[in-house]
């Protein structure tokens, strides 16, 4: 094993993050194609399905910032790593115990369990963006961090697209326990190839910056970190306005293929293929969201419009998309507005963890994890309280609310100053 040091094996590392991070989803999201049938199987409504959605969403959310703070401890490398083998083992188990009740389990069994193996999932899958992030910023320089990370967060969009097809090519002919067996291979490889690499060190400009100007965060204690970037107005703001983007994009992640299957009454094969558009679209717009960030800040824009113009668009077009998809009656104009909005709603994600990296420095990894402990607390509560709304009010106003909720994230960041709270990291 040699250690990376050019500027090519940089980005090879950045690359395998992204790989990482994409295995990673198809465990995260792999129930959530296979619900209808386990839905169809046990008898379960669409709020016990939402329970189990959220069960993983718990333990994300309450080890996320754990997480973060053991990726700054042990590095991107030894935490991916050791994680990977993790996210197999689990999302066998969630095949493997079920099918032990022989077919014969009761409703509330089924639910116990999937809930129970959701949350720890959920728990070992809450430090993988942290980790990937104090990676970036680790290894990349700051001017290219937007392109970096929305390589990264790309995975949200790649895992995405590939699951549907994937696992539904799988649980057609051979059962939804096969296809959740199957979505853990990539996890697999991926853990065997971390096996393989060494962490590399810090970029030569950030060397440079830390010989010059020592990071304050080495020498803070875990609370004392946190304290400081809670009193930084620009990062409470920005982790308002990400929890707001959680709650409207989780939807998507979660309910998007049902609600092709149940609401648009579309079949099986046809809401495979339609779910998979909005993850292709948003594996295109994710990085080029942070291209383009990136190029705004370089160009006449500077740091801060150069960082709050794509979140603004971005979020604020989500929420009209969503509201034109919510009111149509037709269904294909549904099911392509929604899949609009869901790219754009996932085209800020480069800014959001750029801003996050320059605010918390060499503590990347908790600066994140707290950002998306909010992201992921705004994703706690939709995949529940949106087919509550919908079996109470609709499904129409359910979605008008995830519109409205996409416009305030985006008007949020007219008071985010990524200048002002990169000084105040420094």
Not at 140 to 167: E, W, Y
Not at 182 to 207: D, K, Y
Not at 319 to 324: A, D, E, H
């Given at each position: ?305 150069g960082r709050r113009l794509v979140p603004i668009v971005g979020m604020g077009g989500a929420g009209v998309f969503i509201s034109i998809g919510a009111h149509t009656t037709s269904a294909w104009v549904a099911a392509l507005s929604l899949a609009v909005a869901t ?24 600066g994140g994890a707290i950002m998306n402990t909010g992201c992921n607390l705004g994703g706690l509560i939709s995949p529940m309280l949106t087919p509550i709304l919908g079996e109470i009010f609709g499904w129409e106003p359910a979605l008008h609310v995830a519109a409205g909720l ?21």
């Amino acid at each position: 094993m040699t250690e990376p040091t050019t500027g090519h094996a940089r980005w090879g590392m950045v690359l395998l993050l992204a790989a990482t991070a994409t295995a990673a989803y198809l465990c995260r999201v792999n129930i959530s194609v296979a619900g209808a049938l386990v839905m169809q199987e046990y008898g379960l409504t669409q709020v016990q399905m939402g329970r189990v959605f959220s069960a993983f969403l718990l333990g994300y959310t309450l080890f996320m910032l754990p997480g973060g703070l053991l990726a700054d401890t042990w590095g991107a490398r030894r935490t991916l790593a050791v994680l990977a083998w993790g996210w197999v083992a689990v999302t066998v188990l969630q095949a493997g115990v079920v099918s032990g009740t022989g077919g014969g389990g009761s409703a509330l069994t089924v639910l116990a369990m999937l809930m129970g193996l959701r949350f720890v999932m959920g728990v070992l899958a809450s430090p993988t963006y942290p980790a990937a992030v104090q990676g970036v910023a680790r290894w990349v320089p700051a001017s290219a961090h937007g392109l970096a990370n929305g390589l990264v967060i790309g995975s949200v969009g790649l895992g995405s697209a590939i699951a549907p097809p994937f696992i539904t090519a799988v649980m057609v002919p051979w059962g939804w326990r096969t296809a959740m067996v199957a979505s853990a291979l990539p996890a697999f490889l991926i853990a065997i190839v971390w096996l393989f690499v060494r962490e590399p060190g810090p970029s030569p400009a950030r060397i440079a910056r830390e010989v010059i100007r020592p990071a304050r965060a080495e020498h803070e204690s875990h609370a004392q970190v946190v304290t400081r970037l809670l009193r930084v107005p620009g990062f409470v703001l920005l982790t308002l306005s990400y929890t707001l983007q959680g709650y409207v994009g989780y939807i998507f992640i979660f309910w998007f293929y049902l609600y092709l299957v149940q609401v648009r009454h579309f079949t099986l094969v046809q809401s495979a293929a339609i779910s998979s558009l909005p993850w292709v679209l948003s594996t295109v717009s994710i990085p080029l969201g942070g291209v383009i960030s990136d190029r705004l800040v370089r160009g006449r824009l500077g740091l801060i419009w150069g960082r709050r113009l794509v979140p603004i668009v971005g979020m604020g077009g989500a929420g009209v998309f969503i509201s034109i998809g919510a009111h149509t009656t037709s269904a294909w104009v549904a099911a392509l507005s929604l899949a609009v909005a869901t790219a754009l709603v996932l085209s800020v994600e480069g800014p959001f963890w750029s801003t996050v990296a320059g605010i918390a420095g060499s503590r990347s990894g908790t600066g994140g994890a707290i950002m998306n402990t909010g992201c992921n607390l705004g994703g706690l509560i939709s995949p529940m309280l949106t087919p509550i709304l919908g079996e109470i009010f609709g499904w129409e106003p359910a979605l008008h609310v995830a519109a409205g909720l996409s416009v305030l994230a985006a008007v949020a960041w007219f008071w985010i100053s990524p200048a002002d709270a990169a000084s105040s990291a420094r």
